[in-house]
């Protein structure tokens, strides 16, 4: 079977599937949807593992930069007023992450080796998260997702980044 014919199928499987799911309240069925949307991807229970943390960890991240950066601001401004800090959140959060972690870098608000570490973390998410044809359909190709290894090596990295701005943030 060619891989467009493979693909076809695979895209006719879901669709079906997720037909099947939306039509009934049954877990059952979402579960045989999700086995389906996680083999798509290759991936294996311990695969998933990975994946989920690794989005869990980039999500703390995230929120933690955009954190550290209000606080390191408020701190060299006038006014440290509620609705001024909110604002002050919000323009932060808008900015994209590699962004934030510049700024947070040039700050000096984070050291360089823990903005390293959140750019391999982000760098490791987005190969995840956004497809390239190039690297195939499953995430075979991501080693930290594939690699026990790999992946508790980048997870100590991001829980290193973790602990710093987490220690940052106290008073």
Known sequence: MNEKAGRDRIVHALRDEAEAAASQSSSNAFEQLWGSLRSMLHLNNDELGNFANLVTIHSVLDRMLSLLLVLGIARGTRSDSPPAVEKLLHEIA??????????????????????????????????????KPAQGFGLDGVEEMTSKTAFEQLAARGARTIVEIWKSLEP
């Open 94 to 131: 808008d900015l994209g992450f590699a962004k934030r972690v510049a700024l947070a870098e040039v700050m000096q608000l984070i050291s360089a080796e823990a903005a390293g570490d959140v750019r391999e973390v982000n760098r490791v998410r987005n190969k995840v998260v956004h497809w």
